[in-house]
């Protein structure tokens, strides 16, 4: 066998060598993209697991949370300041599911509920006269994206899941 021949296998076992190291590659940059979007998933599940958590281990703050959807102007001053602090968290948690969504590591099929249900609470009367003075917290595509988008399939209103007709109350 020739210095030629020789050269000529060398370089095939090279390039099967690389084609190797490039389908390993491929396969750990895939892996480590399917853990970033499972701890961005569990990070959002958990911010927004927090937030409810804390409505509901408040006493009248979840009954507090629904009226302002519907009623913010008809709220006092203390209400309007505490859910103030509610819708802002709220929608924080929302622009940054936004935005994981449109960076890819937020898959369309668990981005399809969060949307839904963003969009359901945006629509509401109440949250609209909040979100008329705190729109500029938020970043600009955020707020361009909740005004342009369309909500494809409801979801009922709190008052509706509870069968409530007007502000809901304490029993």
């Known amino acids: 066998m020739t210095i030629a021949e020789l050269g000529s296998i060398g370089e095939f076992l090279g390039s099967i060598a690389v084609f190797v190291s490039l389908i390993y590659l491929a396969v750990q940059v895939k892996r480590s993209t399917d853990a ?13 697991s927090a937030l409810n958590q804390s409505m ?5 703050l979840s009954l507090l949370f629904v009226n302002a959807l519907e009623e913010f102007e008809s709220l006092s001053a203390d209400e309007k300041a505490k859910v103030s602090q509610l819708f802002f ?15 890819g590591y937020l898959e369309e099929e668990l981005w399809v509920g969060w949307k839904r249900l963003m969009l359901t609470y945006f629509a509401r009367p109440g ?3 909040w979100w008329s003075i705190r729109t500029d917290v938020y970043s600009r595509s955020f707020g ?7 909500i494809d399939k409801p979801i009922k209103t709190y008052y509706d899941i509870t069968q ?3 502000p809901a109350t304490k029993e």
């Not at 970033?36 to 927004?48: G, M, N, W």
């Not at 622009?95 to 969504?101: G, T």
């Not at 361009?144 to 369309?150: G, I, N, Y």
Request: hydrophobic residues 30%; positive net charge; aromatic residues 20%.
């Open 36 to 48: 970033a979007r499972t701890s961005t998933y569990q990070s959002v599940v958990s911010d927004f």
């Open 56 to 60: 509901t281990s408040t006493p009248d």
């Open 89 to 103: 968290m709220c929608f924080r948690n929302f622009e940054n599911m936004y935005y994981q969504y449109r960076k």
């Open 127 to 129: 949250f609209q006269s």
């Open 144 to 150: 361009e994206f909740l005004r342009t988008e369309k």
């Open 164 to 166: 409530m007709a007007g």
